[in-house]
């Protein structure tokens, strides 16, 4: 069987998915950027001797200039302008 929706139902239907995926999305980061900030993993930074254990910190919720290199849900995390250490 065949539905028919007018323009105006198909809009509605598209907006209602957009606001659903926004949503979604904006918990996704949430969750994510607390990750960050209070999951301790070990820093290798610098070298590669295994440095003191603390949380990487987010991007999102850190001042000033931070990457997100060790980041433990970087894989996941849906921020678009993540930043790397050169």
Not at 11 to 34: A, F, H, P, W, Y
Not at 52 to 73: A, F, H, M, N, R
């Amino acid at each position: 069987m065949q539905y028919l929706l007018t323009q105006k139902e198909y809009n509605d239907l598209l907006k209602t998915k957009e606001n659903g995926l926004s949503s979604v999305r904006n918990t996704i980061q949430d969750l994510c950027t607390k990750v960050a900030d209070h999951m301790p993993i070990t820093w290798k930074w610098g070298d590669q001797r295994p440095g003191p254990v603390k949380p990487w910190g987010c991007i999102l919720s850190t001042e000033g200039e931070w990457y997100c290199d060790q980041c433990p849900v970087q894989k996941v995390c849906p921020y678009e302008n993540k930043e790397w250490s050169k």
